[in-house]
């Protein structure tokens, strides 16, 4: 049976409810349930790909800072308006992230400095300082992310293990990133953002693989992608879950007939992440003890077990 559309998921579930539930209160369930069933497992058709681009640190020119302003100016700077994510760093091991680039001369940071000093004409350093995720990444799901020039991956550690390990280490530059966490949610560009550590000092590309979240089904000639035949585990669980709010008898029976449907899909379709991920199971994990240790070559550890 091929894939039905959204309108005939809709009618289908009000024939068998009588007709007694408004359509669009089925077309929230329907898109309660599509958003469900692809939650309960990583299916083959959520796997995707991306590459994560990382620029060089900018630090041509000289900087003039006032302590207790935000306002930052250049001298002989070229700073480029469209820039994003990006922290400053001058004077010491501290950074400030950037808020907004109004010029090639002028820059604003989210929290003025307080460090007791006169910061005129100085050295500095921009640096990128998070990435986004792609728009249809899933959060809160696995996530791998590897240097596939040199073939190893970056180990994922917890938001203040994190930040921890960099306040500890100070802020240096290096091509080999060895970690990254979560990093928050823009609001503006609604996309989430990872953060990593140590900085890059020149432009490299990771390569993401990532689990995506269905789109909403908004249109009447919308599709789920969910498999042909499978599709009907949607009609089934709107229908359950309508029936059991207005205390409709049968409800039971349909969720029953839901999740036989998807356990069936479940037996002959599912796949775990670490088939998801596979062509990257045994790569390594780049450690980094300490800085000192960069300058001696990239350290590498053994291949580690899962992901």
């Known amino acids: 049976m091929p894939r039905r559309t959204l309108s005939q998921i809709i009618s289908t579930v009000q024939k068998r409810t009588g007709g007694q539930v408004a359509s669009g209160e089925i077309f929230e369930a329907i898109n309660d349930a599509n958003k469900r069933i692809h939650r309960m497992e990583p299916w083959p058709w959520l796997g995707a790909e991306a590459n994560i681009v990382v620029y060089p640190v900018y630090s041509t020119g000289k900087i003039t800072v006032t302590d207790g302003s935000v306002n930052v100016t250049g001298t002989d700077t070229v700073w480029n308006t469209g820039w994003k994510y990006r922290a400053l760093n001058f004077g010491s091991n501290s950074f400030y992230d950037i808020s907004t680039i109004t010029g090639p001369t002028t820059l604003g940071l989210?929290?003025?400095?307080?460090?007791?000093?006169?910061?005129?004409?100085?050295?500095?350093?921009?640096?990128?300082?998070?990435?986004?995720?792609?728009?249809?990444?899933?959060?809160?799901?696995?996530?791998?992310?590897?240097?596939?020039?040199?073939?190893?991956?970056?180990?994922?550690?917890?938001?203040?293990?994190?930040?921890?390990?960099?306040?500890?280490?100070?802020?240096?530059?290096?091509?080999?990133?060895?970690?990254?966490?979560?990093?928050?949610?823009?609001?503006?560009?609604?996309?989430?953002?990872?953060?990593?550590?140590?900085?890059?000092?020149?432009?490299?590309?990771?390569?993401?693989v990532y689990r995506r979240k269905p789109p909403d089904m908004t249109a009447f000639d919308d599709m789920s992608w969910l498999p042909e035949s499978f599709d009907e585990a949607l009609a089934y669980m709107a229908e359950y879950m309508v029936m059991r709010m207005h205390k409709m008898q049968g409800w039971m029976e349909a969720k029953q007939e839901a999740h036989q449907i998807i356990l069936n899909m479940r037996r002959q379709l599912a796949t775990s992440m670490q088939d998801i991920f596979a062509v990257y199971q045994n790569w390594p994990v780049h450690s980094s003890p300490s800085p000192s240790m960069y300058g001696a070559g990239l350290i590498i550890s053994p291949p580690v077990g899962g992901l």
């Open 110 to 208: 989210v929290q003025a400095p307080q460090t007791g000093s006169v910061w005129n004409l100085v050295n500095y350093s921009i640096f990128q300082n998070a990435f986004p995720m792609p728009a249809d990444y899933e959060p809160g799901t696995e996530v791998l992310l590897v240097n596939p020039k040199i073939r190893y991956r970056l180990l994922k550690l917890p938001r203040y293990t994190f930040e921890n390990r960099a306040s500890a280490l100070g802020v240096y530059f290096t091509n080999f990133q060895d970690s990254w966490t979560d990093y928050g949610y823009d609001e503006v560009s609604k996309v989430y953002l990872i953060k990593m550590s140590p900085p890059s000092s020149g432009s490299t590309e990771y390569r993401l």
